[in-house]
């Protein structure tokens, strides 16, 4: 049974003009980098390997993509090298003014360090949608205003699960008629 639950928060954050360090720019993080290119943001990013057809700056090396960013969020699978790929070391090169964005998978975070740098305030805030222990947060977040929780909604809506339907067929098509698969 998934526990509901609604976070309050007085945090503001000015997202225009900001540095938006995006890690994995595949669909979901190409379509972050356009929506904060709307807002006139300065979009960098970290993936496994260079997009050449990004227009955006890459960093091989996501401490140095951290430090240079305002908001860093993650878009990026969950596998054996992402475990906990935002450690204390990312998290303290993104620094108190940082602000940390997951909608990938909640293993991506190194979750009790997380908590720390924000109780530290080595850590500007952070909004999640997942956690590592879902369906539930950690406790010690539910209480601070310079964090923004939600349950994972994002593919709650009709059209997005006719899309995820759609591209299913797609791939299984794809497979039977031996040609690549759209998302492998």
């Not at 909640?106 to 500007?124: H, N, W, Y």
Request: charge should be negative.
């Amino acid at each position: 049974m998934r526990t509901a639950w609604l976070i309050r928060t007085a945090w503001p954050l000015q997202f225009s003009g900001k540095t938006v360090g995006i890690v994995g720019l595949g669909r979901i993080g190409m379509a972050i980098a356009k929506r904060s290119e709307a807002f006139g943001c300065t979009v960098i990013y970290h993936s496994r390997s260079e997009n050449p057809g990004a227009n955006y700056r890459f960093y091989s090396n996501l401490v140095d993509l951290a430090a240079d960013s305002d908001i860093l969020v993650l878009a990026c699978p969950l596998t054996d090298e992402t475990h906990h790929i935002v450690n204390m070391t990312v998290i303290n090169a993104l620094g108190p003014d940082g602000v940390l964005v997951n909608i990938g998978r909640g293993s991506l975070v190194d979750e009790p360090e997380l908590v720390k740098a924000l109780l530290d305030k080595r850590l500007g805030g952070a909004g999640l949608d997942v956690f590592e222990w879902e369906p539930e947060p950690p406790k010690e977040l539910l209480d601070l205003d310079n964090v923004v929780l939600l349950p994972h909604v994002g593919s709650s809506t009709v059209e997005t699960a006719k899309d995820m339907a759609d591209l299913v067929v797609k791939n299984l098509e794809a497979y039977a008629m031996g040609r690549p698969l759209l998302t492998p």
